[in-house]
T-cell receptor, first 114, second 109 residues
Framework: GAVVSQHPSWVICKSGTSVKIECRSL??????MFWYRQFPKQSLMLMAT?????????EQGVEKDKFLINHASLTLSTLTVTSAHPEDSSFYIC??????????FGPGTRLTVL | GQNIDQPTEMTATEGAIVQINCTYQ??????LFWYQQHAGEAPTFLSY??LDGLEEKGRFSSFLSRSKGYSYLLLKELQMKDSASYLC??????????WGAGTKLIIKP
């Protein structure tokens, strides 16, 4: 299957700082990428849908000014958590859509905010 | 509204067979996916059904009945490494994935 990478795999930061997470589709062009958040023992929660060259579409309850998404190319999308707080600590996962059907997931980024 | 239902947790014995059910109500249907997720890791793709019937892939099979809004994932010859959460997701008319909460499968020796 197609490969999606995420960087970093894990990050620890102080409260109030910003963290950028990269999501790359390595062997295919992804017109659409998705950002999910998953708290312990809970299912995936879609945060936003990112289309290359346009603004991301955020799900209800997700603050667009806090979670900045940039999808500058067909192989790269970034999520920046601005002014992170301990409640933002979570597992962030991106996925890239291939051929209108299947989504391939990145390995995830575990964010811990102290 | 859109809804995906699957059991929260199931327990099975190593070497046995287990069936994980998923029922759905969505606006449109463009296929149903099953993903496996081990603790602390991202989901990995298991199967995709868009037509009624059974799709077999090694020890794993997935069944779909669109008229009943129902699917199941069948795992045979269970191994300890199959202990994981299994996520059912339906792609709606906008090609957006609607996720179930996942079924945690516990395998006992």
């Amino acid at each position: 299957g197609a490969v999606v990478s995420q960087h970093p795999s894990w990050v620890i930061c102080k409260s109030g700082t910003s963290v950028k997470i990269e999501c790359r589709s390595l062997d295919f062009q992804a017109t659409t990428m998705f950002w999910y958040r998953q708290f312990p023992k809970q299912s995936l929660m879609l945060m936003a849908t990112s289309n290359e060259g346009s603004k991301a579409t955020y799900e209800q309850g997700v603050e667009k000014d806090k979670f900045l998404i940039n999808h500058a190319s067909l192989t790269l999308s970034t999520l920046t958590v601005t002014s992170a707080h301990p409640e933002d600590s979570s597992f962030y996962i991106c996925s890239a859509k291939f051929a209108d059907v299947e989504q391939f997931f990145g390995p995830g980024t575990r964010l811990t905010v102290l | 509204g859109q809804n995906i239902d699957q059991p929260t947790e199931m327990t099975a014995t190593e070497g046995a067979i287990v069936q994980i059910n998923c029922t759905y109500q969505t606006s449109g249907f463009n296929g149903l996916f099953w993903y496996q997720q081990h603790a602390g890791e991202a989901p990995t793709f298991l199967s995709y059904n868009v037509l009624d019937g059974l799709e077999e892939k090694g020890r794993f099979s997935s069944f779909l009945s669109r008229s009943k809004g129902y699917s199941y994932l069948l795992l045979k010859e269970l191994q300890m490494k199959d202990s994981a959460s299994y996520l059912c997701a339906v792609m709606d008319s906008n090609y957006q994935l609607i996720w179930g909460a996942g079924t945690k499968l516990i395998i006992k020796p």
